[in-house]
Structure formats: C-alpha cells, structure tokens
C-alpha cells in the first residue's frame, strides 16, 4: 500500500497494491497490520455502503461527539471526495482538499477525526464503501454548507446538484460547532 500525503495533515490518499491478470484483479482493501505501519491504527467498527446518481452531494458531515474517522473507497464509478478541517485549533482550519477516487483508479482516502467529509458523484452511478471508527449518532451529526461561500469548494459540478433537505440545512462553517 503506498501512502501520499496531502495538504491536510493526517489526510492520506492510499494506493493499494493491485495484482490483475486476464481473470480481473485482486487487492487488499484493509489489513490492520498495514494499517498500523501506514500510522493509522485505529479500531473500525462499521461499514457503510451508499449508491448514488450522477451530480448528488453528500455531505459536508462529522460527528461533534463521537467523532469519526472514516475510511473512504469507491467501487464502482467516480466521486470527487472532500474533506475539511473543522479543527478550530489547526493550521489548516477550513481548509479543503478534493480527490478523485474511482474504482477505475482503487484509490482510497483515510480522513481522521476533525475533518468534514462529504462526495460529488461524477459519473453516471457510484457504490461507494468506508469504514468507520465510530458508530453513526445521529444526535451528534453536523453538516457543513456543500456550499459555503467562504470555503469556495470546486464541486466540479456539470448539472444542478441534487442535495438532500438535511444537506441543504448545511451550515457556513463560520456558524458550525467546530473540534477544539
């Protein structure tokens, strides 16, 4: 698994070794070992599976409480996956870092706790998996404007978007609980 570091610290795009022939491919999505020598070692305890249509939103989300870090992976399809740092503290607060992940390219991002993350899907349809580390509260869930002026995030997008009534109640970040 190579990692490449991004602009948000403790954000990692990982690259998964792949091993294909003329029967499809094979990779190691998640190895706790590997995990662990890549510098995250963390417990998962859910996985979640959505699908969705070409230029729906997901997102901006994370949990005030109970936090969670989420490891991100498409299956089939392309997302442009954000995340943003929510933490009040850090160098990069409100600051956002976009990525494509495909299940073309196999690509996935680990996005720690503090960070807001949230999806654009590109193509017609998306399955998109990742593992959290921990469980759904929904009393605790919080929602960062997709569309915040001030954060000016390049959605990519090529059509109206199609955003959930939870989503469009989004926050600007400037008025959201933030991580101390």
Request: glycine share 8%; no cysteine.
């Amino acid at each position: 698994m190579k990692k490449v570091t991004t602009s948000l610290p403790g954000v990692l795009l990982l690259e998964p070794r792949v091993f294909g022939d003329d029967r499809g491919f094979f990779l190691e999505s998640y190895n706790q070992r590997t995990f662990e020598e890549l510098g995250i070692a963390e417990d998962f305890v859910q996985d979640n599976h959505s699908f969705s249509e070409k230029n729906v939103i997901r997102g901006l989300h994370y949990q005030i409480h109970q936090p969670q870090g989420k490891l991100v992976r498409v299956i089939t399809g392309e997302i442009l996956d954000v995340a943003l740092d929510v933490r009040r503290g850090s160098p990069t607060f409100g600051k956002w870092e976009s990525f494509k992940l495909s299940g073309e390219n196999k690509h996935m991002l680990w996005v720690p706790r503090g960070f807001a993350h949230g999806f654009r899907v590109v193509s017609q349809t998306a399955h998109v998996l990742y593992k959290t580390t921990d469980f759904y509260a929904p009393e605790h869930e919080r929602t960062v404007a997709w569309n915040d002026p001030a954060l000016n995030i390049d959605w990519q997008l090529d059509g109206e978007p199609i955003v959930s009534a939870k989503d469009q109640r989004g926050l600007p970040l400037q008025r959201a609980e933030k991580f101390d």
